[in-house]
């Protein structure tokens, strides 16, 4: 997964319980933003948010990537890796 900026802090929505309206949960690779090195994540998706956690025992995520208005692309994955999928999200212009 290729991210751009990540919303975290006080503009946070509220933090729901794990799977509450969870449309979909599993892990995945996140890029993080400075050291550009992957991270497993534990994500779920909710609404118009993506949440991501350290782990599936985590209440509080540690950040949310907001869909709205964003474009997700399917990017070609490794053949050698039947099952995995690869996506990015572009945000929306502003």
């Known amino acids: 997964m290729v991210m751009g900026e990540v919303s975290r802090g006080s503009c ?9 309206g969870a449309l ?4 995945l690779k996140k890029q993080r933003s400075i050291m550009k090195n992957w991270q ?3 994500f779920v998706l909710r609404s118009d948010h993506l949440y991501f956690y350290k782990d599936e025992e985590e209440t509080k ?3 949310f990537i907001p869909l709205q208005g964003c474009q997700v692309n ?17 945000p929306g212009e502003i």
């Open 61 to 63: 995520p540690q950040g």
């Open 74 to 90: 399917e990017l070609t994955a490794n053949p050698d890796e039947p099952g995995r999928h690869l996506f990015e999200i572009v």
């Open 24 to 27: 979909k949960a599993g892990w």
């Open 12 to 20: 946070q929505p509220g933090s729901p319980s794990l799977q509450e």
């Open 40 to 42: 497993l994540r534990w």
